[in-house]
């Protein structure tokens, strides 16, 4: 069987009235969502949703009838791993400067790992550009964003690939240390000091609305 698909064991017997056990490799099943045990008649059956790989094994039923007589039947599960895909694609994102963004894709199988890229090298995580799974869940998280973070993503599980964009664009330049009024003595110096976000900014200076042009 494959991953993915139920599967259904089936054991007849000649007598009506029988109780039956089922066992995964010598230990006993409980009915749960996963395994649903059914009976019609003189048919038993076992189904096992969602067959995953962790499901191979050894199924035996155990039947023992009004008198206490018993028998048994066993077979063989095995299930062939479906070939890793993304389900959900990559989507492009903007955001400005210093924002923290997030690339999110999942795929058809739990707890794998996918291989992220940028421009087509594969990425170094670290404490800014982090890598997260959570079951079938895949997310790539970019801190504190930079221009030299701009690009197209790609996600790659096997065969499968998705890719995104990545588009920033610039921060507003803002004033983190601001101007202070000044009082001097005639003829002595006065300095004016502000700080700004970025260290390239273009700063124009006015003194009553009027723009003041550097001279001697």
């Given at each position: 069987?494959?991953?993915?698909?139920?599967?259904?064991?089936?054991?007849?017997?000649?007598?009506?009235?029988?109780?039956?056990?089922?066992?995964?490799?010598?230990?006993?099943?409980?009915?749960?969502?996963?395994?649903?045990m059914v009976q019609r008649d003189t048919v038993f059956s076992l189904r096992i949703k969602a067959a995953e790989?962790?499901?191979?094994?050894?199924?035996?039923?155990?039947?023992?009838?009004?008198?206490?007589?018993?028998?048994?039947?066993?077979?063989?599960?095995?299930?062939?791993?479906?070939?890793?895909?993304?389900?959900?694609?990559?989507?492009?994102?903007?955001?400005?400067?210093?924002?923290?963004?997030?690339?999110?894709?999942?795929?058809?199988?739990?707890?794998?790992?996918?291989?992220?890229?940028?421009?087509?090298?594969?990425?170094t995580f670290s404490k800014r550009v982090v890598y997260r799974v959570d079951k079938n869940k895949h997310t790539?998280?970019?801190?504190?964003?930079?221009?030299?973070?701009?690009?197209?993503?790609?996600?790659?599980?096997?065969?499968?690939?998705?890719?995104?964009?990545?588009?920033?664009?610039?921060?507003?330049?803002?004033?983190?240390?601001?101007?202070?009024?000044?009082?001097?003595?005639?003829?002595?110096?006065?300095?004016?000091?502000?700080?700004?976000?970025?260290?390239?900014?273009?700063?124009?200076?006015?003194?009553?609305?009027?723009?003041?042009?550097e001279g001697p």
């Amino acid at each position: 069987m494959k991953e993915g698909q139920e599967i259904v064991l089936n054991c007849e017997v000649n007598s009506e009235g029988a109780k039956a056990k089922w066992l995964k490799n010598d230990e006993t099943i409980f009915e749960t969502s996963k395994f649903i045990m059914v009976q019609r008649d003189t048919v038993f059956s076992l189904r096992i949703k969602a067959a995953e790989k962790s499901d191979e094994g050894t199924y035996t039923i155990t039947l023992t009838n009004q008198r206490g007589e018993q028998a048994k039947c066993s077979a063989n599960v095995g299930v062939l791993e479906e070939e890793l895909r993304i389900t959900e694609p990559l989507e492009d994102c903007e955001t400005e400067e210093k924002k923290t963004i997030s690339f999110t894709c999942k795929v058809n199988r739990p707890n794998v790992t996918v291989q992220w890229l940028k421009a087509g090298q594969e990425i170094t995580f670290s404490k800014r550009v982090v890598y997260r799974v959570d079951k079938n869940k895949h997310t790539l998280i970019i801190k504190d964003c930079t221009m030299d973070d701009e690009g197209e993503y790609t996600a790659v599980a096997g065969v499968s690939k998705s890719s995104a964009e990545l588009i920033i664009s610039e921060a507003p330049t803002d004033f983190t240390a601001q101007l202070r009024d000044q009082t001097v003595t005639e003829f002595e110096d006065a300095e004016f000091t502000c700080k700004v976000s970025k260290e390239r900014a273009t700063v124009k200076w006015y003194k009553n609305g009027r723009e003041i042009r550097e001279g001697p």
